[in-house]
């Protein structure tokens, strides 16, 4: 029985976008785990019901019920041990600060650079709540979250550095093969990628190598992913 992932679709329900979700999306496919995609859409709510908190991912694996993208995936690599997400526990403790810091900084420095495009690819329903709930947050309208991003790319494909400087060892964050820390940094990359044509990353950037060669795992999975036009 398939693995079902309520998982953030936009106007178009084929175009996934959530770097939450990607990061879940990676892990099933790592696994090997049939998944069924259930679109969800931010005024949805359909997820409370049933998981007790509004936001995806949330996978249902027959009766057992689990919110939250480290969740799910410490959830995967206890119920399905092979092939490994981490490695060992302490690949486990070092995932999570990758999944820390892409979620303290990786997640917050790229919405400001996209925030105003991901507005044109979501639902028409879901765009008063995802514009009013966001620029509460940034405390001020979408476009000026977004505006002078030019200026701003230098700055933000600096502080990229460590992982370049990871990349110049090893050809991926999990060493040899790829780990959950590349679903993590490879999910939150999909999110621009699915949602915005700007260019985030450099084309000679050793990222980008390592992204493009991210996208063509399990079968192609990220590289597949249908983009907003
Ligand atoms: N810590 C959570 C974050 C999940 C999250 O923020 N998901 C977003 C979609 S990218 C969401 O569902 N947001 C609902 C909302 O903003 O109302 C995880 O890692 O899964």
């Known amino acids: 029985m398939s693995i079902v992932l309520y998982d953030l679709a936009g106007a178009d329900p084929e175009v996934r976008f959530s770097p939450y979700c990607w990061r879940t999306r990676f892990a099933l496919a790592h696994k090997g785990l049939p998944v069924e995609t259930v679109p969800w859409r931010f005024t949805d709510g359909s997820v409370i019901a049933f998981s007790g908190q509004g936001k995806v991912p949330v996978i249902r694996d027959g009766e057992t019920v689990v919110a939250d993208s480290w969740a799910i995936a410490a959830y995967l690599e206890d119920q399905y041990p092979a092939p490994t997400l981490f490695g060992c526990s302490t690949g486990r403790a070092h995932a999570q600060f990758v999944n820390a810091w892409a979620d303290a900084v990786l997640?917050?420095?790229?919405?400001?650079?996209?925030?105003?495009?991901?507005?044109?690819?979501?639902?028409?329903?879901?765009?008063?709540?995802?514009?009013?709930?966001?620029?509460?947050?940034?405390?001020?309208?979408?476009?000026?979250?977004?505006?002078?991003?030019?200026?701003?790319?230098?700055?933000?494909?600096?502080?990229?550095?460590?992982?370049?400087?990871?990349?110049?060892?090893?050809?991926?964050?999990?060493?040899?093969?790829?780990?959950?820390?590349?679903?993590?940094?490879?999910?939150?990359?999909?999110?621009?990628?699915?949602?915005?044509?700007?260019?985030?990353?450099?084309?000679?950037?050793?990222?980008?190598?390592?992204?493009?060669?991210?996208?063509?795992?399990?079968?192609?999975?990220?590289?597949?992913?249908?983009?907003?036009?």
């Open 107 to 229: 997640v917050g420095g790229i919405a400001r650079f996209i925030v105003r495009d991901l507005l044109d690819a979501i639902h028409p329903r879901d765009q008063p709540y995802f514009r009013s709930s966001r620029e509460a947050r940034f405390g001020m309208s979408l476009e000026d979250v977004q505006a002078g991003r030019d200026d701003r790319l230098a700055a933000f494909r600096d502080s990229l550095l460590p992982l370049r400087l990871v990349l110049r060892r090893q050809p991926w964050f999990g060493g040899p093969a790829p780990s959950y820390a590349d679903h993590i940094l490879a999910g939150t990359l999909m999110w621009p990628r699915c949602v915005s044509r700007f260019a985030l990353l450099a084309d000679d950037d050793p990222i980008t190598e390592w992204l493009s060669r991210m996208l063509l795992e399990y079968g192609g999975l990220g590289s597949q992913a249908k983009r907003h036009a």
